[in-house]
């Protein structure tokens, strides 16, 4: 009978479909956290021979399967909490109280006001109105023009809208012209 479990064990794990570990036992994204073979270990420490009945007595020094899942809970739990960003955590970092704030705006104040005042500035006053013209006496003091002037002026900008509204444009040609690029 043993030997036909030994041959059943063998063939199962010919045929597995899990993955070797690789990493000596270390846990991985894809290591199972609960083994569904309790009753298995039970029947396989009942048909251990003499000269391994030692470990049996002293098993609870050995660390147990509990204890090894526990750890790698533990240890996926971590490496989880790692990998995650808090992202409404991420702002309070960099927030300031509202004392350091105002002593922050107290002297940026200061700071500006200081290089504010070692600007030079030019103390001139323009009170008229003409204030970019360059010599606004040369211009009030010439003769206003004359009426005749004012009226071929009128004439000239009527004859200037005429010629521009009459512009018409002829399409011959197409506007689009392909280009033989290869």
């Known amino acids: 009978m043993d030997l036909v479990r030994t041959v059943v064990d063998a063939v199962i794990a010919c045929f597995n479909c899990r993955e070797n570990d690789s990493r000596s036992g270390e846990p991985t994204e894809r290591s199972a956290l609960l083994q569904h073979n309790a ?4 029947l396989q420490v009942r048909r251990i021979s003499e000269n391994q009945r030692v470990e049996v007595e002293y098993a609870n020094s050995f660390p147990t399967r509990e204890k090894d899942e526990q750890s790698e809970l533990v240890k996926i739990v971590q490496e989880t909490n790692s990998n995650i960003i808090d992202v409404a955590a991420l702002d309070t970092h960099h927030m300031l109280e509202q004392s350091e704030y105002n002593c922050r ?21 323009y009170n008229g109105l003409l204030k970019d013209v360059a010599n606004p006496e040369q211009l009030l003091t010439t003769n206003p023009p004359t009426s005749d002037d004012v009226i071929s002026a009128r004439e000239f900008i009527k004859d200037i ?8 444009i002829d399409n011959h040609e197409d506007l689009v012209v392909p280009f033989q690029v290869t």
């Open 39 to 42: 009753d298995q270990r039970i």
């Open 105 to 125: 705006v107290k002297t940026y104040t200061q700071r500006l006001a200081q290089q504010w005042n070692t600007i030079p500035t030019t103390e001139t006053n």
């Open 161 to 168: 809208a005429q010629a521009i509204n009459d512009i018409k």
